[in-house]
T-cell receptor, first 113, second 110 residues
Framework: DQQVKQNSPSLSVQEGRISILNCDYT??????FLWYKKYPAEGPTFLIS?????DKNEDGRFTVFLNKSAKHLSLHIVPSQPGDSAVYFC????????????FGTGTRLLVSP | DAGITQSPRHKVTETGTPVTLRCHQT?????MYWYRQDPGHGLRLIHY???????DKGEVSDGYSVSRSKTEDFLLTLESATSSQTSVYFC?????????FGPGTRLTVL
């Protein structure tokens, strides 16, 4: 049972436009959410996170929105750059005292010049 | 960047042979994790450790064992490798509110 779902395997956008990556979760105990970016042949790198007490968190070009009632979060990248081309993983955790993360299947973003 | 290294980075082995992957950290962090990444599955937790000699199973632990005799090293062992264990393996350490990952080991079991 996939508790964290990324239903779009891939997304293509043009440079300068907005990229929106979506993530849905089913476990109502999840209260902390993260986005990771992964380039080929490298490990995932932390991008941005949000706690369930917030509905938005912004860091430069990256903004994560959380809709708890819909159990949905999204990552907005504005403006998109070719260097943003990577696989993006959504992850979630319940506050069990340490970080045990559940990951989605990933969305491959391609930003074309 | 968190100081996490994995060895080997690539390995090809045959079915039935034992394989050990090593994760080494220089951050002195208590929590360490092993994940595997497969197409269509994302990253799945195999085992994790919350201290020296303290380990527990994750989501996909069958066929794997781990050991942690020192804070800095976390070993993942495939006692008898199978083709279904062909994957990319990532080690991670937990820091504050997130985890930091190593560069990965690509394992191919023929």
């Amino acid at each position: 049972d996939q508790q964290v779902k990324q239903n779009s395997p891939s997304l293509s956008v043009q440079e300068g436009r907005i990229s929106i990556l979506n993530c849905d979760y089913t476990n109502s105990m999840f209260d902390y959410f993260l986005w990771y970016k992964k380039y080929p042949a490298e490990g995932p790198t932390f991008l941005i996170s949000i706690s369930s007490i917030k509905d938005k968190n912004e860091d430069g070009r990256f903004t994560v929105f959380l809709n708890k009632s819909a159990k949905h979060l999204s990552l907005h990248i504005v403006p998109s750059q070719p260097g943003d081309s990577a696989v993006y993983f959504c992850a979630a955790s319940a506050n069990t005292g340490f970080q045990k993360l559940v990951f989605g299947t990933g969305t491959r973003l391609l930003v074309s010049p | 960047d968190a100081g996490i290294t994995q060895s080997p980075r690539h390995k090809v082995t045959e079915t039935g042979t034992p394989v050990t992957l090593r994760c080494h950290q220089t951050e002195n962090h208590r929590y360490m994790y092993w994940y595997r990444q497969d197409p269509g599955h994302g990253l799945r937790l195999i085992h994790y450790s919350y201290g020296v000699k303290d380990t527990d199973k994750g989501e996909v632990s069958d066929g794997y064992s781990v050991s942690r005799s020192k804070t800095e090293d976390f070993l993942l062992t495939l006692e008898s490798a199978t083709s279904s264990q062909t994957s990319v393996y990532f080690c991670a350490i937990g820091l504050t509110d997130t985890q930091y990952f190593g560069p990965g080991t690509r394992l191919t079991v023929l």
